[in-house]
């Protein structure tokens, strides 16, 4: 139990102490972000700040756990995760590189024998991936990564999510006795919390794609650690509605850019966070309600941990659907088939 203290201690010293160091560092490199039409800062703001959480994450993690196997495989996979994120907030790159880069860190990841074996059936059992395994896993990791960057589009937004879905995923790995997705959780929840003194609007510093990866990768990778052991509870449910509003922000993302002819990589103004500006609430109170929705996901995924695979199922079906309607109300998209088919003849024309 000590040590669930001492990760915790550790994550959010280190990163709270070490964030002011970062900034300077930032500052002098130019690692700056100015305001534009596409963000909503009306100052500049320096980034980096994902320098000071990976500080106190791997901290925590080599002091409480030391180095195995396992533990060696998220540390390399996750610094290529975050060094990816540098490049980008220094000198930017392109799209498909970027992508191309984010699976090679995921294939590292599973070269470590990190990956998920076996999805739950709803209706009782579980179905071995097979052949399918790697290319599963890599997607999953891909794609929560990049939730998590799409969402970090207000201060403290990406760094709050993070926290309430880390905390989620510590309380079933207590039910579950997953002694070292304990740890990993404490530890992202912990650096999160220390990066929030100086993150929360009005923000110091961002922690920019070097953060917004890393943060999203890890959380992938705890979720796929989790999987290894027990499939009901992290395989595919909790980890989903713990990351419920990432996740279903960059779906609807995905849908809007594509009906409005967008490329799919290219930001736009359109997520959750954006419309609720739009709709008259100040920056604090939009990160707000993104929390209250996050937390509010996070302790379903928390009850139905344990429940039957047709229960656990039948509720995130539910949950989706409320998702949706909600999603739409709040104009994030709109399922404009008339556009989206005029747009398909534009193309074939």
């Known amino acids: 139990m000590i040590n669930y203290i001492w990760a915790f201690l550790i994550a959010i010293i280190l990163t709270y102490a070490s964030t002011p160091i970062i900034e300077r560092i930032a500052r002098r490199v130019g690692a700056v972000d100015h305001p534009n039409a596409r963000r909503v800062n009306q100052h500049s703001v320096v980034n980096l700040g994902g320098l000071a959480i990976y500080v106190g994450v791997i901290a925590a993690i080599l002091f409480t756990v030391g180095i195995n196997f396992k533990i060696l495989g998220v540390i390399v996979s996750s610094t290529l995760m975050l060094i990816i994120g540098l490049v980008d907030d220094l000198k930017g790159i392109a799209p498909t590189s970027k992508l191309m880069w984010q699976i090679i860190a995921s294939l590292l990841l599973i070269s470590f024998g990190i990956k998920i074996e076996f999805v739950t059936n709803p209706f009782g059992g579980m179905f071995y991936l097979g052949a399918l395994s790697i290319p599963f896993t890599v997607f999953w990791l891909v794609a929560i990564t990049n939730t998590v960057n799409l969402i970090d589009g207000l201060d403290g937004l990406a760094a709050g999510v993070s926290t309430i879905a880390a905390l989620t995923l510590l309380v079933v790995a207590i039910q579950e006795t997953e002694l070292l997705v304990i ?149 994030v998209t709109e399922l404009d088939l008339d556009s989206t088919e005029e747009h398909y003849k534009n193309i074939n024309q």
């Open 183 to 331: 740890v990993l959780t404490l530890s992202v929840a912990g650096s999160c919390l220390g990066f929030l003194q100086y993150n929360f609007n009005p923000a110091q510093i961002f922690m920019g794609d070097t953060g917004s990866l890393f943060l999203g990768f890890l959380l992938a990778s705890i979720s796929v650690i989790g999987a290894l052991k027990s499939a009901a509870a992290m395989t595919l449910v909790v980890p989903i509605l713990a990351l419920g509003v990432p996740i279903f922000d960059t779906l609807f993302a995905i849908i809007r850019r594509r009906q409005n002819g967008q490329p799919l990589f290219e930001a736009d103004k359109g997520h959750i966070h954006h419309r609720l500006l739009d709709l008259g609430l100040n920056h604090k109170e939009a990160v707000v309600v993104v929390y209250l929705i996050s937390l509010s996901l996070g302790l379903i995924a928390i009850g139905v941990n344990g429940a039957s695979e047709f229960q656990a199922f039948g509720t995130l079906g539910i949950l989706v659907v409320i998702l949706f309607f909600g999603f739409l109300k709040l104009e």
